[in-house]
């Protein structure tokens, strides 16, 4: 074997093993469930049930979802668990443990307790950064059975914000972003 040829393949073995290290060695947190995977635009870092069993082990969530509607998964916090600064209300990600009908949306969401004193401009930078949705109040889609939950819990409904990080979120935002190209 020639060196040129010895070269390339001690290349392509070092960045097999630096992927396989890097890749296992991934942090697993809500706000990397959130984060868009750059080499595939509609995934994320990590996927909403890997973040569940990370949660579970840290004692953050209990290992079943509270709530479960259509494909969605409901868990709120058993403490107090801050994500991007903001209080969690709840985490939610769509997962088919059987067929309901069309169509899983994959990704995660999550609703954040936002006070009014915040400008959450953190929080919109970080949703154009990654092509995520964000809905406020009234205009966050929840379930009778969710809204209940939170008013319960004492959150104000008018405080919250959610930070939506789904396949149909991101495709909504990449054509939101042509059409503005275009004008």
């Known amino acids: ?3 040129e040829v010895l070269m390339k393949l001690l290349l392509f073995l070092s960045f097999v093993f630096w992927s396989t290290l890097s890749h296992s060695k991934r942090e ?3 706000e990397a469930s959130l984060t868009l995977e750059q080499t595939y635009l509609e995934e994320s870092l990590v996927k909403g049930d890997e973040v569940v069993i990370e ?4 004692g953050n969530f209990s290992p079943d979802p509270q709530v479960r509607f259509d494909y969605l998964n409901f868990y709120f916090p058993e403490k107090e668990t801050r994500v991007l600064g903001y209080q969690l209300v709840y985490f939610n990600y769509e997962h088919a443990d059987k067929y309901i009908g069309c169509c899983v949306n994959h990704g995660t969401a ?10 959450g401009t953190d929080l919109q930078k970080f949703a154009k950064r990654n092509f995520c949705m964000i809905s406020k109040g009234d205009h966050i889609y929840m379930p009778e059975q969710i809204k ?4 319960m819990d004492g959150f104000d409904l008018t405080n919250l914000i ?6 149909r979120d991101r495709r909504e935002f990449e054509e ?7 004008q």
Do not use: T
């Open 162 to 167: 959610e930070l939506s990080c789904k396949e």
């Open 1 to 3: 074997m020639n060196s």
């Open 110 to 119: 999550v609703v954040l307790s936002k006070l009014p004193s915040e400008s």
């Open 55 to 58: 949660m579970v082990k840290s």
């Open 148 to 151: 209940n939950r939170i008013i």
């Open 176 to 182: 939101e972003a042509m059409v503005q190209e275009v």
């Open 28 to 30: 697993i947190s809500i």
